[in-house]
């Protein structure tokens, strides 16, 4: 028998968090046990995406998490 804490993020929910780092895929957040992605791909129009800087605080909507048997972090994908 094993037993695990899981943290299931509530879907529309608005959250603010830090900007951990910036990459080609997009902005990146720790948020442990939650790693957040906001993806560059659907802010390409989005003038404010482009001029976020790690360590600026951003609001984003929760829209999407995945954690599967084994993760030790959920991954969440999240809105601008």
């Known amino acids: 028998v094993s037993q ?4 299931s993020p509530i ?26 992605l906001l993806p560059r791909d659907i ?9 976020v800087k790690e360590g600026d605080k951003v609001e984003f909507e929760v829209v999407g998490s995945r954690f599967q048997q084994g993760d030790e972090e959920n991954s969440v994908l999240k809105l601008v």
């Open 11 to 36: 879907l529309h929910r608005s959250v603010q968090s830090p900007i951990q780092s910036y990459s080609k895929i997009g902005l990146h957040i720790d948020m442990l046990p939650m790693k957040v």
């Open 4 to 7: 695990s804490r899981y943290l």
């Open 43 to 51: 802010h390409i129009d989005n003038e404010a995406f482009n001029t």
